[in-house]
């Protein structure tokens, strides 16, 4: 069920064009220390609207790059783990090979190694990379970052980033809560 959430949620993210970076933003209602809360919403090209609601910070090396944990009504509020880097894709032939050899060789919460297998996706021109574990995994990720000070991370090109995680407990509590009590939309309502 996990697996197929998952690739459904990626059928309709590639189905609709989606990006949610660029999607219809409201205003943060909730922030708390580096963190701040957001809801997105995306319609998709069938008429339903996709909601996610998710809290974020930005790299403190690098403020174009942002780590972002989303919750999705449709999806039973699992944890989608993001990695938005500031790497510019190419606009030539090379888009595709510079996709294909991306990925985050590591990974810290606190100085403690975790594996980050990752989904790597341009959006807008700019390297995303996804957390590519099974729901237990992505729980537990989300739990260490609730627990977390600080979390680094370096990609395949050598680019270097860390976060603040002071925050994130309360602004991902909030997230999912709102996940949870989510009423669908009709296009109509808005």
């Known amino acids: 069920m996990v697996s197929y959430c998952r690739s459904a949620l990626w059928a309709l993210m590639l189905a609709a064009g989606a990006c949610f970076v660029s999607a219809n933003t409201l205003a943060a ?8 809360y957001a809801r997105y919403k995306n ?21 174009d790059s942002r780590f972002r944990i989303g919750f999705f009504p449709r999806f039973g509020c699992l944890p989608l783990i993001s990695l938005y880097t500031d790497v510019i894709i190419p606009s030539d032939s090379t888009a595709d090979e510079m996709l294909a050899t991306f990925s985050v060789p590591s990974f810290s919460i606190d100085r403690t190694p975790i594996k980050f297998p990752a989904l790597v996706e341009g959006v807008n021109r700019r390297v995303v990379l996804y957390y590519n574990g099974d729901e237990s995994r992505r729980i537990k990720l989300r739990l260490q970052v609730d627990e977390g000070g600080s979390a680094s991370f370096g990609l395949s090109n050598d680019q270097k980033g860390a976060f603040s995680l002071l925050g994130s407990r309360a602004v991902l509590e909030y997230a999912e809560a709102q996940c949870r009590e989510h009423a669908p939309e009709t296009p109509a309502s808005g």
């Open 29 to 36: 209602q909730f922030s708390s220390q580096n963190w701040a």
């Open 43 to 63: 319609t998709l090209p069938d008429g339903s609207v996709l909601t996610e609601y998710a809290g974020g910070t930005q790299d403190s090396l690098n403020p």
